[in-house]
T-cell receptor, first 114, second 116 residues
Framework: AQSVAQPEDQVNVAEGNPLTVKCTYS??????LFWYVQYPNRGLQFLLK??????LVKGSYGFEAEFNKSQTSFHLKKPSALVSDSALYFC????????????FGKGTRLSVIA | GAVVSQHPSRVICKSGTSVKIECRSL??????MFWYRQFPKQSLMLMAT?????????EQGVEKDKFLINHASLTLSTLTVTSAHPEDSSFYIC????????????FGEGSWLTVV
Protein backbone atom coordinates (compact mmCIF):
# COMPACT_ATOMS: atom_id res chain seq x y z
CA ALA A 1 0.00 0.00 0.00
CA GLN A 2 1.12 3.50 -0.69
CA SER A 3 1.35 6.22 1.90
CA VAL A 4 2.64 9.73 2.26
CA ALA A 5 3.82 11.52 5.37
CA GLN A 6 3.95 15.24 5.84
CA PRO A 7 5.63 15.62 9.22
CA GLU A 8 4.83 19.30 9.72
CA ASP A 9 1.32 20.59 10.33
CA GLN A 10 2.48 24.18 9.98
CA VAL A 11 5.45 25.92 8.41
CA ASN A 12 6.12 29.60 8.99
CA VAL A 13 8.57 31.55 6.87
CA ALA A 14 9.35 35.20 6.34
CA GLU A 15 8.63 36.72 2.97
CA GLY A 16 11.68 36.55 0.73
CA ASN A 17 13.20 33.61 2.57
CA PRO A 18 13.45 30.15 1.06
CA LEU A 19 10.78 27.68 2.04
CA THR A 20 10.68 23.91 2.33
CA VAL A 21 7.64 21.73 2.90
CA LYS A 22 8.59 18.16 3.69
CA CYS A 23 7.17 14.94 2.31
CA THR A 24 8.23 11.33 2.59
CA TYR A 25 6.59 8.43 0.85
CA SER A 26 6.19 4.70 1.06
CA UNK A 27 5.34 2.78 -2.09
CA UNK A 28 6.23 -0.48 -3.70
CA UNK A 29 7.89 0.05 -7.03
CA UNK A 30 8.54 3.39 -8.68
CA UNK A 31 6.37 6.16 -7.31
CA UNK A 32 4.40 8.85 -9.05
CA LEU A 33 4.65 11.85 -6.75
CA PHE A 34 2.66 15.06 -6.78
CA TRP A 35 2.30 18.36 -4.98
CA TYR A 36 -0.97 20.28 -4.86
CA VAL A 37 -1.92 23.56 -3.21
CA GLN A 38 -5.29 24.43 -1.73
CA TYR A 39 -6.46 27.95 -0.98
CA PRO A 40 -9.34 28.46 1.49
CA ASN A 41 -12.65 27.02 0.32
CA ARG A 42 -11.17 26.04 -3.03
CA GLY A 43 -10.24 22.87 -4.84
CA LEU A 44 -6.71 21.65 -5.32
CA GLN A 45 -4.34 23.20 -7.81
CA PHE A 46 -1.65 21.06 -9.40
CA LEU A 47 1.88 22.33 -8.75
CA LEU A 48 4.23 19.67 -10.03
CA LYS A 49 4.84 15.96 -10.38
CA UNK A 50 7.64 13.44 -10.58
CA UNK A 51 7.19 10.46 -12.83
CA UNK A 52 10.68 9.73 -14.08
CA UNK A 53 13.79 11.55 -15.26
CA UNK A 54 15.53 14.41 -13.49
CA UNK A 55 15.22 14.29 -9.74
CA LEU A 56 14.66 18.04 -9.58
CA VAL A 57 11.23 18.90 -10.84
CA LYS A 58 10.16 22.46 -11.55
CA GLY A 59 6.53 23.42 -11.32
CA SER A 60 4.08 26.28 -11.20
CA TYR A 61 4.57 29.60 -9.37
CA GLY A 62 8.31 29.08 -8.92
CA PHE A 63 7.99 25.92 -6.87
CA GLU A 64 10.25 22.93 -7.31
CA ALA A 65 10.68 19.57 -5.64
CA GLU A 66 13.51 17.11 -5.41
CA PHE A 67 12.95 13.38 -5.62
CA ASN A 68 15.35 11.54 -3.35
CA LYS A 69 15.02 7.80 -3.71
CA SER A 70 17.43 6.85 -0.95
CA GLN A 71 15.61 9.02 1.57
CA THR A 72 12.18 8.34 0.04
CA SER A 73 11.50 12.05 0.10
CA PHE A 74 9.94 14.59 -2.22
CA HIS A 75 10.28 17.94 -0.46
CA LEU A 76 8.69 21.02 -1.96
CA LYS A 77 10.87 24.12 -2.18
CA LYS A 78 10.83 27.70 -3.32
CA PRO A 79 13.83 30.03 -3.25
CA SER A 80 11.93 33.14 -2.18
CA ALA A 81 8.55 32.92 -0.49
CA LEU A 82 5.67 35.29 -1.18
CA VAL A 83 2.83 36.18 1.15
CA SER A 84 0.48 34.89 -1.55
CA ASP A 85 2.06 31.44 -1.17
CA SER A 86 0.27 31.07 2.16
CA ALA A 87 -2.01 28.07 1.72
CA LEU A 88 -2.44 24.39 2.47
CA TYR A 89 -0.02 22.10 0.62
CA PHE A 90 -0.62 18.44 -0.05
CA CYS A 91 1.89 15.84 -1.13
CA UNK A 92 0.40 12.81 -2.88
CA UNK A 93 1.46 9.53 -4.39
CA UNK A 94 -0.16 7.11 -6.77
CA UNK A 95 0.76 3.78 -8.20
CA UNK A 96 2.33 3.96 -11.66
CA UNK A 97 -0.14 1.66 -13.32
CA UNK A 98 -3.83 1.69 -13.96
CA UNK A 99 -6.46 4.21 -13.03
CA UNK A 100 -5.33 4.52 -9.46
CA UNK A 101 -6.27 7.46 -7.26
CA UNK A 102 -3.99 9.79 -5.40
CA UNK A 103 -3.18 9.03 -1.81
CA PHE A 104 -2.69 12.26 0.11
CA GLY A 105 -0.64 13.33 3.04
CA LYS A 106 -2.42 15.16 5.82
CA GLY A 107 -1.34 18.53 4.47
CA THR A 108 0.96 21.28 5.65
CA ARG A 109 -0.22 24.80 6.23
CA LEU A 110 2.29 27.34 5.01
CA SER A 111 2.21 30.85 6.41
CA VAL A 112 4.43 33.45 4.80
CA ILE A 113 4.82 36.48 6.99
CA ALA A 114 5.49 39.90 5.53
CA GLY B 1 -3.42 22.75 -17.21
CA ALA B 2 -6.62 20.91 -17.85
CA VAL B 3 -9.85 22.20 -16.35
CA VAL B 4 -12.31 20.33 -14.21
CA SER B 5 -15.57 22.09 -13.45
CA GLN B 6 -17.63 21.22 -10.40
CA HIS B 7 -21.15 22.43 -9.75
CA PRO B 8 -22.69 23.65 -7.54
CA SER B 9 -19.97 25.30 -5.51
CA ARG B 10 -22.28 25.64 -2.53
CA VAL B 11 -25.58 23.99 -1.76
CA ILE B 12 -27.86 23.88 1.24
CA CYS B 13 -30.47 21.17 1.48
CA LYS B 14 -32.94 19.91 4.03
CA SER B 15 -32.46 16.66 5.88
CA GLY B 16 -33.96 13.77 4.01
CA THR B 17 -33.64 15.28 0.58
CA SER B 18 -31.15 14.41 -2.12
CA VAL B 19 -28.61 16.63 -3.79
CA LYS B 20 -26.59 16.10 -6.96
CA ILE B 21 -23.08 17.38 -7.56
CA GLU B 22 -21.68 17.44 -11.09
CA CYS B 23 -18.06 17.08 -12.16
CA ARG B 24 -17.09 17.86 -15.74
CA SER B 25 -13.79 17.67 -17.56
CA LEU B 26 -13.95 20.68 -19.85
CA UNK B 27 -11.09 20.17 -22.27
CA UNK B 28 -10.27 16.51 -22.05
CA UNK B 29 -11.97 13.17 -21.85
CA UNK B 30 -11.82 11.46 -18.49
CA UNK B 31 -12.56 7.76 -18.37
CA UNK B 32 -11.79 7.82 -14.68
CA MET B 33 -12.81 10.36 -12.08
CA PHE B 34 -12.42 10.29 -8.32
CA TRP B 35 -14.62 11.68 -5.59
CA TYR B 36 -13.14 12.89 -2.33
CA ARG B 37 -14.56 14.26 0.87
CA GLN B 38 -12.72 16.77 3.02
CA PHE B 39 -13.57 17.76 6.56
CA PRO B 40 -12.39 21.12 7.88
CA LYS B 41 -8.65 21.29 8.38
CA GLN B 42 -8.22 17.69 7.31
CA SER B 43 -6.86 15.88 4.33
CA LEU B 44 -8.86 14.47 1.45
CA MET B 45 -10.56 11.13 1.94
CA LEU B 46 -11.17 9.08 -1.17
CA MET B 47 -14.80 8.04 -1.43
CA ALA B 48 -14.98 6.27 -4.76
CA THR B 49 -13.49 5.79 -8.18
CA UNK B 50 -15.86 6.56 -11.02
CA UNK B 51 -15.33 4.77 -14.33
CA UNK B 52 -17.16 5.75 -17.48
CA UNK B 53 -19.72 3.21 -18.47
CA UNK B 54 -19.34 1.00 -15.43
CA UNK B 55 -20.15 0.90 -11.76
CA UNK B 56 -18.15 2.99 -9.37
CA UNK B 57 -15.72 1.41 -6.96
CA UNK B 58 -16.33 2.54 -3.41
CA GLU B 59 -13.81 2.73 -0.62
CA GLN B 60 -14.37 0.76 2.51
CA GLY B 61 -16.86 2.41 4.80
CA VAL B 62 -18.52 4.51 2.10
CA GLU B 63 -22.19 3.64 1.60
CA LYS B 64 -22.78 3.12 -2.09
CA ASP B 65 -26.56 3.42 -1.71
CA LYS B 66 -26.18 6.76 -0.02
CA PHE B 67 -23.54 8.25 -2.30
CA LEU B 68 -24.69 7.39 -5.80
CA ILE B 69 -22.12 7.90 -8.51
CA ASN B 70 -22.90 7.96 -12.20
CA HIS B 71 -20.31 8.37 -14.94
CA ALA B 72 -22.44 8.33 -18.03
CA SER B 73 -20.11 10.11 -20.41
CA LEU B 74 -16.42 10.72 -20.90
CA THR B 75 -16.72 14.24 -19.51
CA LEU B 76 -19.28 13.98 -16.73
CA SER B 77 -19.52 12.23 -13.40
CA THR B 78 -22.20 12.96 -10.83
CA LEU B 79 -22.37 12.34 -7.11
CA THR B 80 -25.82 12.22 -5.57
CA VAL B 81 -26.09 12.35 -1.80
CA THR B 82 -29.37 10.63 -1.02
CA SER B 83 -31.47 11.13 2.09
CA ALA B 84 -29.00 13.67 3.32
CA HIS B 85 -28.29 14.10 7.01
CA PRO B 86 -26.43 16.90 8.81
CA GLU B 87 -23.41 14.65 9.22
CA ASP B 88 -23.12 14.54 5.43
CA SER B 89 -22.28 18.22 5.49
CA SER B 90 -18.80 18.48 4.07
CA PHE B 91 -16.62 19.68 1.22
CA TYR B 92 -16.78 17.30 -1.72
CA ILE B 93 -14.10 17.43 -4.40
CA CYS B 94 -13.90 15.58 -7.67
CA UNK B 95 -10.84 14.91 -9.79
CA UNK B 96 -10.15 13.46 -13.21
CA UNK B 97 -7.22 11.81 -14.95
CA UNK B 98 -5.96 13.65 -18.01
CA UNK B 99 -4.16 11.06 -20.10
CA UNK B 100 -2.98 13.74 -22.50
CA UNK B 101 -0.81 15.30 -19.83
CA UNK B 102 0.98 12.26 -18.56
CA UNK B 103 -1.87 11.03 -16.41
CA UNK B 104 -1.89 14.14 -14.26
CA UNK B 105 -4.93 14.33 -12.02
CA UNK B 106 -6.80 17.63 -11.99
CA PHE B 107 -9.29 18.74 -9.39
CA GLY B 108 -12.54 20.59 -9.43
CA GLU B 109 -13.14 23.61 -7.21
CA GLY B 110 -15.12 21.59 -4.74
CA SER B 111 -18.69 21.72 -3.50
CA TRP B 112 -19.72 22.77 -0.03
CA LEU B 113 -22.74 20.80 1.10
CA THR B 114 -24.67 21.94 4.16
CA VAL B 115 -27.56 19.79 5.34
CA VAL B 116 -29.95 21.54 7.69
Amino acid sequence: AQSVAQPEDQVNVAEGNPLTVKCTYSVSGNPYLFWYVQYPNRGLQFLLKYITGDNLVKGSYGFEAEFNKSQTSFHLKKPSALVSDSALYFCAVRAPSGNTPLVFGKGTRLSVIA
Amino acid sequence: GAVVSQHPSRVICKSGTSVKIECRSLDFQATTMFWYRQFPKQSLMLMATSNEGSKATYEQGVEKDKFLINHASLTLSTLTVTSAHPEDSSFYICSAIDRNSGNTIYFGEGSWLTVV
